[in-house]
Each structure stands twice: as structure tokens, then as C-alpha cells.
């Protein structure tokens, strides 16, 4: 069984410019999350899909984060325009429903902001 | 906020088993207790969730106190690949479901 795919791997911009992640979840999987892990902590969940509806966007910066997940399949996570904060690794997970007990997470994107 | 308090690091020697606690003592009756790893420069692995009862698989072992304000995940005998960061994780109720909150984690080190 394939995994959750994530793209690209790495990722080097300047500041205030614009970024695009794209991730593809496990086939099947209804439930996708995108996560930002600062080095040194826990994955801080951004946003969290059910098909291709909003389940939770609490912790999404909205000012320049957005996220879109079209026909309920794959996903993209774009940053608008990028800060030095955003410097992290971007996780893609997915899950067979927002109750089950298992989510399975991609290699994620390193992102550095200069 | 994260719903879990773990030590921040520990120490574990190859071949003994490695006894990860975690303190969940705002739990509510119909949570479940979940743990997953961090192996470094991969994202984070399912490893086991328990409600009640003690809860095991092949790659370890649950224990959860009678009152479920405390649990301690087991992983019987350690090998160097053990070394990670193990998280503790009781899930935030949401209208569409349940919500996922990582905390810190505990740093684990497998050591020859």
C-alpha cells in the first residue's frame, strides 16, 4: 500500500515570497491533516480536512496561509507571503476518519525562510 | 493546549525495556490514550491506544492506571532504532470529530 506523498522534500525561498506544498493522502483516506513542526516541538496541527470540507482551521494562520483540498482527494498548502517564523518542517497526514485512531504522515516539506 | 505532560527526556539501555509515563489527568470517561514516535528527519508513526484496559502489540506494550489520570507505554526490550521521540496524545473533541494535539514528547535514547 503507497503512502501518503508529499512535495517537494525541501524547500529554500526568501522571505516574503510565495510557497506551494502538495500533498497526496493515502487512497481511500477521507481525512487529511496539514501540520507545521517548529524544530524542537510537537507537530501544531494547521488545518484538518473531512472529504473536502473544513473540519478545523483554529491554529491556521489565515492572514497568509491558505489550503485547499479539491475533489476530496489530494491537498495543497500555500503560504502568502512567507515569514522567517514559518521556517519548519510541513507535515501531510491522513486518516480513514476523523474517529479512527490511526493517521499516517508523509516525510514532509523542510521549508527555510532567509 | 496538549491534554498530556511527559518528561522532557530518557535514557534507556539496548535490551532493557524502556518505561515511558505520561500524565493525563483532565481524561475524560470515553477518551482514548493514544502514542506515537518521531524517529528523527521522519514524521510521526502510530504506536498503540488504549481506553481502559492494558493494551499490547508487537511493537509494545500500554498500561493505563485504574483511574486514567496516568499511563506508561512499555517497549519490552529496546534496540538502538527505539531512539526517538515518543508523544502521548488524548484527543480534543471537535463538532466534525476529534482533534489531534501533539505536546513535546518524551526524547528517548537507546544506548549500546
Known amino acids: 500500500e503507497a503512502g501518503v506523498a508529499q512535495s517537494p522534500r525541501y524547500k529554500i525561498i526568501e522571505k516574503r515570497q510565495s510557497v506551494a506544498f502538495w500533498c497526496n493522502p493515502i487512497s481511500g483516506h477521507a481525512t487529511l491533516y496539514w501540520y507545521q513542526q517548529i524544530l524542537g516541538q510537537g507537530p501544531k496541527l494547521l488545518i484538518q480536512f473531512q472529504n473536502n470540507g473544513v473540519v478545523d482551521d483554529s491554529q491556521l494562520p489565515k492572514d497568509r496561509f491558505s489550503a485547499e483540498r479539491l475533489k476530496g482527494v489530494d491537498s495543497t498548502l500555500k503560504i502568502q507571503p512567507a515569514k522567517l517564523e514559518d521556517s519548519a518542517v510541513y507535515l501531510c497526514?491522513?486518516?480513514?476518519?476523523?474517529?479512527?485512531?490511526?493517521?499516517?504522515f508523509g516525510p514532509g516539506t523542510r521549508l527555510t525562510v532567509l | 493546549d496538549a491534554k498530556t505532560t511527559q518528561p522532557t527526556s530518557m535514557d534507556c539501555a539496548e535490551g532493557r525495556a524502556a518505561n515511558l509515563p505520561c500524565n493525563h489527568s483532565t481524561i475524560s470517561g470515553n477518551e482514548y490514550v493514544y502514542w506515537y514516535r518521531q524517529i528523527h528527519s521522519q514524521g510521526p508513526q502510530y504506536i498503540i491506544h488504549?481506553?481502559?484496559n492494558n493494551e499490547t502489540n508487537e511493537m509494545a506494550s500500554l498500561i493505563i492506571t485504574e483511574d486514567r489520570k496516568s499511563s506508561t507505554l512499555i517497549l519490552p526490550h529496546a534496540t538502538l532504532r527505539d531512539t526517538a521521540v515518543y508523544y502521548c496524545i488524548v484527543r480534543v473533541g471537535l463538532a466534525g470529530g476529534f482533534k489531534t494535539i501533539f505536546g513535546a514528547g518524551t526524547r528517548l535514547f537507546v544506548k549500546a
Open positions: 497526514a491522513s486518516s480513514t476518519g476523523t474517529t479512527y485512531v490511526e493517521q499516517f
Open positions: 488504549g481506553l481502559k
